[in-house]
């Protein structure tokens, strides 16, 4: 398996990963694949953050990790995370999320956080986002928004979290 990241000549093949992901899963609202596109053209979209798994030539998972503010500090959000269905139950997933934050961690972000499912994120180190002082922005379950720190000694934080305006949360 390879990972990269993802280059415009990738945008339409993710496109349609994204949307086949989605399709069956249990939470999605339809939308992800175009929140992406929407994502890809803002002031939050940092492209070494959106990257893609390959295997044997073909794209089969991606993840993309976009810039999000807790009080004065830029963090990370992750969202979406999608493996193609006939690839997904492989690592896919787990080598996406290392290999995202590893390139986050790279580039000085501190702090990632997801709204998912807590079986999934958990494996992966994340915790109840209420843990790290940072609460979900009204309309969102709090229970659901998790966070993990890249760093052994980060900064103070603590606010709300404000996701990109592409979210519309
Ligand atoms: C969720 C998703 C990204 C997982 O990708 P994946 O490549 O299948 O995950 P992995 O194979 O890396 O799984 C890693 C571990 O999590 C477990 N796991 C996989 N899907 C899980 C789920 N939905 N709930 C709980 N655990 C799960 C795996 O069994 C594996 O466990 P192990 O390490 O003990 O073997 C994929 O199923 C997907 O694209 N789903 C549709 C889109 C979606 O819901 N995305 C997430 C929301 S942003």
Redesign the pocket.
């Known amino acids: 398996m390879i990972l990269r990241q993802e280059l415009p000549k990738d945008y339409e093949t993710v496109h349609h990963l994204i949307a086949d992901?989605?399709a069956?899963?249990?939470?999605?609202d339809g939308n992800?694949a175009d929140l992406v596109a929407a994502l890809r053209t803002g002031p939050s979209f940092v492209p070494a953050l959106s990257r893609v798994a390959e295997v044997q030539g073909e794209i089969v998972?991606h993840i993309l990790l976009t810039k999000a503010h807790v009080g004065s500090t830029t963090v990370l959000a992750?969202?979406?995370?999608?493996?193609?269905?006939q690839?997904?139950?492989?690592?896919?997933?787990?080598?996406?999320?290392l290999d995202g934050h590893a390139v986050a961690k790279r580039l000085g972000f501190s702090y990632v956080l997801?709204?998912?499912?807590r079986?999934?994120y958990t494996?992966f180190g994340y915790a109840p986002a209420a843990r790290f002082h940072i609460e979900a922005p009204k309309g969102v379950p709090s229970d659901h928004l998790m966070a993990i720190c890249l760093w052994e000694n980060p900064g103070p934080i603590h606010g709300t979290l404000i996701y990109g305006k592409e979210f519309s949360l």
């Open positions: 992901s989605f069956t899963a249990e939470h999605s992800e998972g992750l969202a979406p995370l999608s493996v193609k269905p690839f997904q139950r492989q690592g896919i997933g787990r080598a996406l999320i997801v709204l998912g499912s079986a999934y494996r």
